[in-house]
């Protein structure tokens, strides 16, 4: 069985268990304690040297980075509805995973960091200008369109889902992205959707 490493509050293993919700993937979990330095030890480091949530085992295989962990569980688990083969498709989710690792994690994603986990944050300077920025430009491209990449939900969705909605605990209103709330809320109505701190 795939076994998860994980920790609730982390938005990154929410990504992976949003994912494992919405495909009904058995797996179990294990929890890692973040805020005590356990992702730091000697037994994590060689689990993941990069020190980091998440990461997923299953048999031989040992993944960490969240955007490849869903684009895994999707191929493995979800055909390829979730993460298409077509090569135009797969790149335009592949585009918009980025922006989920990288204009959501340095905004919005590290304004929550910066606000709740002050140790983890690498460095807070400018994020409300970098939370503006990837907002909006999710926000323009969520305008007339139902889904982020393509005009289904994809793993680009699931990746973006957590840094965004949760965007409030770093103290950054929503209020301003229409669009981004109204997928927001079509995202909570997929089948198999589980919030942040549910667990299931
Ligand atoms: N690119 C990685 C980033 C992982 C990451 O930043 N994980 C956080 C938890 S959400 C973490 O482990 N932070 C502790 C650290 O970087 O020292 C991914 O997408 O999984």
New binding site residues.
């Given amino acids: 069985m795939i076994k998860l490493y994980n ?1 609730t509050l ?4 929410y990504k992976v268990r949003l994912l494992l919700s919405l495909l009904k993937v058995p797996h179990e979990k294990q929890t890692v304690d ?1 805020i005590n330095g356990e ?2 030890s000697a037994a994590f480091l060689k689990l993941n040297p990069f ?4 990461v997923v085992v299953d048999g031989d295989l040992v993944l ?4 490849a962990i869903l684009v895994w569980i999707a191929r493995k688990f979800g055909g390829d509805r979730w993460m298409p083969q077509d090569v135009n498709d797969e790149a335009l989710v592949n585009a918009w995973l980025s922006a989920a ?1 990288f204009e959501v994690r340095l905004g919005p994603y590290d304004a929550r960091l910066a606000t709740l986990f002050p140790t ?1 944050c690498i460095d807070a300077t400018g994020v409300a200008q970098r939370s503006t920025h990837a907002l909006q430009l999710f926000n323009d491209r969520l305008t007339g369109r139902e889904w982020v990449a393509l005009d289904r939900p994809t793993v680009a969705d699931v990746a973006a889902f957590p840094g965004i909605t949760q965007a409030g605990d770093g103290g950054i209103s929503l209020a301003p992205y229409p669009a981004v709330l109204t997928w927001a809320n079509r995202m909570r109505q997929l089948p198999g959707f589980v919030s942040l701190l549910e667990d299931f």
Avoid: E, F, I
Avoid at 10 to 13: E, I, M
Avoid at 51 to 54: A, D, F, R, T, V
């Fill in positions: 920790m982390a938005l990154n293993c973040l992702h730091k020190g980091q949530l998440p960490r980075d969240s955007q690792a983890l």
